[in-house]
């Protein structure tokens, strides 16, 4: 069974601060997705990373996706309370047919 | 992005009744989808994975008699939680992906909340 590791599962920071997400699997995936989630919605894609080493930027949100394809992180600069909500990473098995989600890292900006 | 229309939003039913959510994919084709439950605070859990014109496969725990998946069409999934029971409430969420087109990301409905009473 494919599991993935989310951490930390909740983070309360004040604005301005920085942080990073972190995604960790003994196996390996074809793909990673990173998503966000509000109370009572569905997750929402944030980005998809494919290649081993891959960065993404996105605003102030930086995703790297590992060498070996089995980790993950997601970093988040001069954090605002928008940013607040539940931050789900994804990973496709390498059949390309299931998705598998970590716990998920719940973040609280404060104002 | 795709757009995944789920529905209802919310539904109270009774325990013993039947509901009906519906997973719709309104601008592409839905070669699969996925069925997710969430408890509170909790990440989704994946139930089951549907392709359309075939049997639904079911992740190892979740009652396939119980939650009845339906893909008839490359639009639509519909998950029949069958007499549900206070333990059914949850908040179920659908996803979509169109593998034909070799994209492994998936979008996701707005979710249902089913508060079974």
């Known amino acids: 069974t494919q599991l993935l590791e989310q951490s930390p599962q909740f983070l309360s920071i004040q604005e301005g601060e920085n942080l990073t997400v972190y995604c960790n699997s003994s196996?390996?995936?074809?793909?990673l997705q990173w998503y966000r989630q509000e109370p009572g919605e569905g997750p929402v894609l944030l980005v998809t990373?494919?290649?081993?080493?891959e960065v993404k930027k996105l605003k102030r949100l930086t995703f790297q996706f590992g060498d070996a394809r089995k980790d993950s992180s997601l970093h988040i600069t001069a954090a605002q309370p928008g940013d607040t909500g539940l931050y789900l990473c994804?990973?496709?098995?390498?059949?390309?047919?299931?998705?598998?989600f970590g716990a998920g890292t719940r973040l609280f900006v404060k104002a | 992005g795709a757009v995944v229309s789920q529905h209802p939003s919310w539904v109270i039913c009774k325990s013993g009744t039947s509901v009906k959510i519906e997973c719709r994919s309104l601008?592409?084709?839905?070669?699969?989808m996925f069925w997710y439950r969430q408890f509170p605070k909790q990440s989704l859990m994946l139930m089951a994975t549907?392709?359309?014109?075939?049997?639904?496969?079911?992740e190892q725990g979740v009652e396939k008699d119980k939650f009845l998946i339906n893909h008839a069409s490359l639009t639509l999934s519909t998950l029949t939680v069958t007499s549900a029971h206070p333990e059914d409430s949850s908040f179920y969420i659908c996803?979509?992906?169109?593998?034909?087109?070799?994209?492994?990301?998936?979008?996701f409905g707005q979710g249902t909340r089913l508060t079974v009473v």
């Open positions: 990373v494919v290649t081993g080493g």
């Open positions: 549907s392709n359309e014109g075939s049997k639904a496969t079911y």
């Open positions: 601008d592409f084709q839905a070669t699969t």
């Open positions: 994804a990973g496709v098995n390498t059949g390309g047919f299931k998705t598998i």
């Open positions: 196996s390996v995936f074809s793909s």
């Open positions: 996803s979509a992906r169109d593998l034909n087109r070799g994209n492994t990301e998936a979008f």
